[in-house]
């Protein structure tokens, strides 16, 4: 077996994710209550509610809390990837369970990011879409075309024919409009607070520049497939500069899943809230074999799977 982890980016948080963890296994506690930020951490991921949790500010620390967690978990069953990669904001909990972070490093940049990328278009009038069933080229040469309106990007590539753009609001519903009209199946808005991973987000690129020359970066124990570049990080490149380029250029999962499946991973553990980036594997390479771990139903059946020890 051949194991990579993957873990879920922004958009699959819910109130209550991480709960019956930290009731359960002390291993979890310890990293939850070992975190310390300026808002009630556990009680926005355990009670909610959704208007706040889903608050880009408190989202991100939450979700990066959260797969720490469940990383020392897997790690204390013996479980550990071969390598490793993040949707968006995952990435930051890939870096963590590799040993670039420590868990009060990854969820403190987090918190950092999410405000950074909320100040960056604050005031703006700004939308996600996620556009199913057009190829990438056709979806690229629609949003050429609905630039005139404004800024519209390709966000991410999520898997075959399943994509999302982003970007000011009157550009992004011009381009759904093209997208349909070139043969898209469906257009479906997403309840997001801004047009990540776009180019209005190079200021909070900037700010994260500023905020990586006072932070330490660890030696990584094992590959990291990165967002902006579907491939581990080569010579010339430096993880400061991967990750200031993530934060304003296309989230290239589905990249990332063949690079994977090209250098022999055959098992993915999606580490949560969410089963999405499963589903984004499945259709990309369908030999690969995906487990999720959510809760502590998920992760026991996980363990025992992959021939752990809880």
Known sequence: M???????????????????????????????????VDFD????????????????????????????????????????PQMAAGLSLGEYSALQAAGVFDVQTAVSLAAYRGRAMENAVKGMDCGMTAVLGLEREKLQEVCREASQHGVVEITNYN???????????????????????????????????GPFHTSLMDPAAR?????????????????????ATAQPLVSGETLPQLLEKQVHSSVLFEDSVRYMADHGIDTVVEIGPGKALSGFIRKTARDIKTYTVEDAESLRKTIEALGGEL
Request: hydrophobic share 45%.
């Open 2 to 36: 051949n194991l990579a982890f993957v873990y879920a980016g922004q958009g699959s948080q819910y109130a209550g994710m991480g709960r019956d963890l930290y009731a359960e296994f002390p291993l979890f506690r310890q990293v939850i209550d070992s975190i310390d």
């Open 41 to 80: 951490l556990k009680k926005i991921s355990f009670e909610g509610p959704d208007e706040v949790l889903t608050q880009t500010e408190y989202t991100q620390p939450c979700m990066v809390a959260f797969a720490a967690g469940v990383s020392a978990l897997l790690a204390d069953a013996g479980i550990r």
């Open 159 to 193: 898997c075959p024919m399943q994509l999302v753009i982003a970007g000011e609001q009157q550009a992004v519903d011009a381009a759904s409009r093209l997208a349909l009209s070139a043969g898209a199946k469906r257009c479906m808005p997403l309840k997001v607070s």
């Open 207 to 227: 700010k994260l520049h500023l905020r990586f020359e006072q932070t330490d970066f660890g030696r990584m124990e094992f590959p990291i497939i990165f967002n």
